[in-house]
């Protein structure tokens, strides 16, 4: 679908800006729905998971933005949050994982080394988890402060407020892009 | 520091345990010959002077151009005694096999299996010698000086993205 | 007659069954779960396959890897101080004491005294981040066996003791603290007076821990005679640092083989009886508390002076003689250029982490960069050892016996 629109010239962009008014107003009802409610899946592996833990707990509160809640079965979770290292080992199983969330689906890179595989540049590092899955929002650091953290999953909210949400959608998920 | 546990080895073992050295720090080494390291092990520990009850650490080093190529180096230590001691044993590439002292001290388990993933060495006796690091599919030991430092070997497929600022850098050699 | 025949068939084919019959137990296959790498309770990154017979594990496999990052490989392609952001990625709870672990291997080798100070800062720093592991162990072996609170309690102590290291070190979690020769920087103004209030308020979340904790049924169902291990088999087995205290050995390196300045210091060793996981828990709030008065002690012994060793073969000369002299911008430009030139060896420096001792292997050609490093990680044997820790025991007991041992991958799995 985006590739189609891609070669179209001017008159696509203004019939994709033409959607009904009603269903710009459902969107951003759904965008407000989705982006304060995120059920992360935390794919906890190194270091960046004890800034994690921290990023949860009492001081630089998750809850208040609406993405406090852990769950811990892909199934259950829409936001998946890579935090730490992944190697070659540990690739398939990031596929499968997040190949087992159900769309509508979000990737956070947290850390360098989920980002872009940080100094780790050797035989046994996947150098950036977007190597095997589209990511959505990247935060650097090593690792990044709490506040950097919170950023970033502002920013993602952000991001899912301007994507187009629908109530049924029919459309398959693409594979290699997020929406 | 432990002066006389090198003693009572090289007395006892006359051509099997040579070159005992002091290292920096007080530590003390001794070269073990490969065949004999499984009965040098056993006095250590079942002799009540000597008395090493723990191994600590057991690893490999791959002095590529040099041979013997391999060294497997066991730290020892006794908890009554307090002392430690070094044994050094010089592995040849083409019989990269010793025998494995998990008899002795259940402990150097995993350090054995990890001297087989990362250097190739095999041990006769060790109840489940496999790769412990790396993955089954992987081809090669990578703590080897041969093996490239940016060998991977994907296990999924990849996508490329481009490197804007992945250069020579710090591994220059790979 | 052929009803009397079919009445006494009938009453043969109901016969009661055998005593023998209703006792046999229902025959039922053996159960085969994956506690995947990425779960939960498995701190991280290692699969642990187990077999269940109704509720009691009859084995369990371990399968590691899944976070090896290279780090020996990477190490032996930098100069040796690049090494140390390596090193504090090890045991990232406690990241200082495996700066401090390396750089006291490299001085062995390099037959290298540090200055008064520079060991006191070390002591400082590396108790402070025992402190943190401890805490952070205790707060989530709460969390995984339900009590949360204690988690946010420990996680806020954890938390004000990182903002005094981020005044010091410049990062919360990967220090990048000790060098070759002494360490990075100095103390700023008003720090000791600013931790030791911190301290006290450390000291008041983890009075709550205990309280909250120590005695509470719940927990000590869970924890008491769960993994039990004894003395003999613990040295057997490698174990070091706490866990083989709760055993019931004495050993610290601290005590055994003391470094830096830990023999002007008055502390205790808490030593266990059982070896069970309440034991291995309880010693680490003991450590807590003897961090504690180490860290005050050290706070009355500093002195002013040299926080790094004044040669210029192996610290960075001070600035203004880098800007000012021949000599300061040459030995600037090769110790950055190609390291520090650590003379031809091999040495095994060994330390007390947070988790037992802590070991460094480094063998040197005489160049700038690691020759080999092997790293001795304390949690290693423990985590070896866990499939024959929980013979026998329940499922649910593999949670609260993970947690004890504390098993930091990053350490584990280099």
């Known amino acids: ?179 | 520091m432990a002066k006389v546990v090198i003693d009572a080895l090289l007395e006892r073992f006359p051509r099997i345990v040579t070159d005992a050295y002091e290292g920096p720090g007080g530590d003390d080494v001794v070269f073990v010959r490969k065949e004999k390291i499984l009965e040098v092990c056993r006095f250590l520990k079942d002799d009540p002077a000597m008395a090493f009850n723990m191994a600590p650490y057991i690893t490999a080093v791959d002095y590529l151009g040099q041979e013997p190529r391999f060294e497997v180096v066991y730290n020892l230590y006794s908890t009554s005694k307090n002392w430690r001691v070094r044994l050094r044993v010089k592995v040849p590439e083409e019989d990269a096999v010793l025998d494995s002292v998990t008899p002795v001290w259940r402990g150097a388990d995993w350090f054995e299996r990890y001297c087989f993933d990362m250097y190739g060495l095999r041990f006769t006796g060790h109840p489940d010698l496999r790769r412990l690091f790396m993955y089954d599919e992987f081809v090669g030991h990578p703590l080897r000086k041969d093996y490239p430092l940016r060998g991977r070997q994907p296990l999924t497929p990849e996508i490329e993205h481009p490197e804007p600022f992945r250069g020579p850098g710090p591994a220059g050699r790979d | 007659m052929s009803t009397e025949a079919k009445g006494t068939e009938m009453t043969e084919r109901a016969a009661p069954p055998l005593p023998s019959e209703l006792d046999a137990p229902l025959p039922s296959k053996r159960m085969l779960v994956n506690l995947g790498p990425s779960h939960p309770a498995m701190h991280g990154t290692t699969r642990a396959v187990v077999e269940l017979d109704g509720e009691k594990l009859s084995s369990c496999k371990l399968d590691i890897g899944f976070l090896h990052r290279g780090f020996e490989k990477s190490c032996e392609n930098v100069t040796w101080t690049q090494c140390f952001p390596y090193t504090d990625r090890l045991n990232y709870v406690s990241s200082i004491m495996n700066n401090v672990g390396f750089a006291l291997a490299v001085e062995k080798l390099c037959r290298l005294e540090v200055p008064e100070r520079a060991q006191y800062l070390r002591v400082i720093t590396s108790e402070i981040h025992r402190i943190c592991d401890h805490l952070t162990l205790v707060g989530a072996m709460g969390m995984e066996l339900g009590a949360m609170t204690a988690f946010l309690y420990a996680i806020e102590g954890r938390d004000l003791l990182w903002d005094r290291l981020t005044e010091l070190c410049g990062a919360r979690l990967t220090s990048n603290y000790a060098r070759v020769g002494g360490v990075a920087r100095d103390l700023p103004d008003g720090w000791v007076e600013k931790t030791t209030q911190t301290l006290d308020r450390v000291v008041l979340l983890r009075d709550e821990l205990d309280a909250l904790l120590t005695r509470n049924r719940i927990f000590l169902d869970r924890t008491r005679n769960v993994a039990v291990v004894s003395r003999e088999e613990a040295i057997d087995l490698g174990y070091t640092g706490p866990c083989l205290r709760a055993s019931g050995e004495p050993y610290d390196v601290r005590k055994a083989a003391p470094y830096l300045v830990y023999d002007r210091l008055d502390f205790d060793i808490p030593v266990g009886s059982k070896g069970d996981n309440f034991d291995r828990y309880l010693l680490r709030i003991e450590e807590m508390k003897q961090s504690d008065r180490i860290i005050r002690q050290c706070f009355e012994q500093l002195a002013p002076g040299e926080i790094a060793v004044a040669d210029p073969r192996y610290v960075l000369p001070p600035k203004p003689q880098v800007y000012g002299t021949i000599e300061g911008v040459m030995a600037h430009f090769k110790l950055v250029m190609e390291g520090i030139q650590v003379p031809a060896g091999e040495a095994y420096g060994y330390t007390e982490a947070a988790n037992g001792e802590l070991g460094f292997y480094l063998v040197s050609d005489g160049g700038g960069r690691p020759y080999k490093l092997g790293l001795r990680a304390p949690g290693w044997p423990m985590l070896a050892s866990l499939p024959w820790m929980l013979r026998g025991a329940l499922l649910a007991d593999l949670v609260p016996t993970f947690d004890s041992i504390n098993m930091i991958g990053g350490e584990v799995e280099q």
Request: aromatic letters at 8%; proline letters at 7%; glycine letters at 8%.
């Open chain 1, 1 to 179: 679908m985006a590739s189609e629109l891609d070669s179209v010239p001017v008159i696509a962009t203004r019939k994709d800006e033409a959607i009904g008014a009603l269903q710009q107003m459902v969107s951003k009802g759904l965008g407000w729905a989705r982006k304060y409610s995120l059920f992360q899946y935390p794919f906890v592996t190194a270091c960046c998971g004890m800034e994690y833990m921290t990023v949860g707990a009492a001081r630089y509160d998750l809850d208040r933005f609406g993405a406090a809640l852990p769950r811990f079965s892909p199934r259950q979770a829409d936001l998946l949050m890579v935090t730490g290292t992944v190697n070659c080992k540990q690739a398939p199983i990031l596929r499968r994982v997040w190949e087992s969330i159900a769309e509508p689906k979000w990737v956070v890179a947290f850390g360098v080394c989920a980002s872009s595989g940080g100094f780790y540049d050797n035989y046994a590092t996947l150098q950036g988890i977007d190597r095997v899955i589209p990511v959505d929002v990247y935060i650097p650091g090593c690792p990044p402060r709490p506040e950097q953290v919170l950023d970033g999953i502002m920013l993602l909210q952000q991001k899912i407020q301007g994507q187009q949400h629908k109530l049924i959608d029919r459309s398959l998920p693409v594979v290699g892009g997020s929406r």
